[in-house]
């Protein structure tokens, strides 16, 4: 797939040396969700292996799943 035809949806840093990036994109008419772990090596960031993509209709599932675990209380002990 060619870069250009994907679309950053979310970057956020999870740490000064990491940050998780999703883009999407299209292939066939068909959706996907590509949610990828990215590290610093210097002053450029490099995509790891680790990541996975989610299909048109795990998409859906995803955005239920992520308000759910929003909505459960924590416990703090």
């Not at 772990?37 to 239920?64: C, M, N, P």
């Amino acid at each position: 797939m060619n870069a250009a035809n994907k679309i950053p949806i979310f970057n956020f840093e999870r740490s000064e040396t990491e940050q998780v990036r999703g883009t999407a994109w299209r292939h066939r008419g068909r959706k996907y969700l590509d949610c990828r772990l990215f590290v610093r090596k210097g002053d450029r960031w490099i995509a790891t292996r680790e990541g996975i993509t989610f299909r048109e209709h795990e998409i859906q599932r995803l955005q239920t799943a992520a308000e759910l675990a929003i909505a459960l209380p924590v416990k703090i002990d």
